[in-house]
Structure formats: structure tokens, C-alpha cells
């Protein structure tokens, strides 16, 4: 019972939090651009969902694991000594110029 859980439980909230945000996208737009445009019109529901995944293909990507986690290995870099630096260059070949593949 709980693999079920867990194996529609991710698919379903992507699926609401979808529908949510195209929800925000219309009911923004709706509020907020034809007041400051003349002329332009109301959008339905499907437009501010199409409208939503049109932005995030411009803008955001779909990356996958990007934002927060690169920001995490940045802290963790910080954190850092020198000497933990030099030895994490050393073994992951991290800051090498070398093109041909090698390790210097």
C-alpha cells in the first residue's frame, strides 16, 4: 500500500501544482493586464496553462535537477579549507586546463 502511495504520490502533486500555477497565471493576467493595456483581452484557463509551459521553455528550462542543488555545492565549496580545495582539485581533476583529457 505505501508503494503506491509513493508511486502516484509525486506524479499527482506535479499534476496539482500544474493545474494551480495555470490557475495564478490566469487569474494574474486577468487582474493585472487589461487594466494596464488597452485592448487587450481576458485569458481562459488553457491559454494561461499553455501560456505557463510557454514560459518555463523560454525562461526556465526544463533542467531537471538545477537551482538549489548547484547553489548547495557552492556553499559546501565555501565552507571549504584551502588545503580540502586543493585536495578535492587533485582528485576530481576540478580547475585543470588540460583539453586532451589528462590530469595534470
Known sequence: MRYGARYWGKPLLMVLAAAFLGLM???LWNAVMPA???GSRSMDYPHALGLLVLSRILFGGFRGRGGWHQRRHWRRWE???PEEREQFKQNTGFGSCNHR???T
Open 25 to 27: 497565471v490566469m487569474l
Open 36 to 38: 494596464a493595456f488597452v
Open 101 to 103: 583529457g589528462e590530469r
Open 79 to 81: 565552507a571549504m579549507t
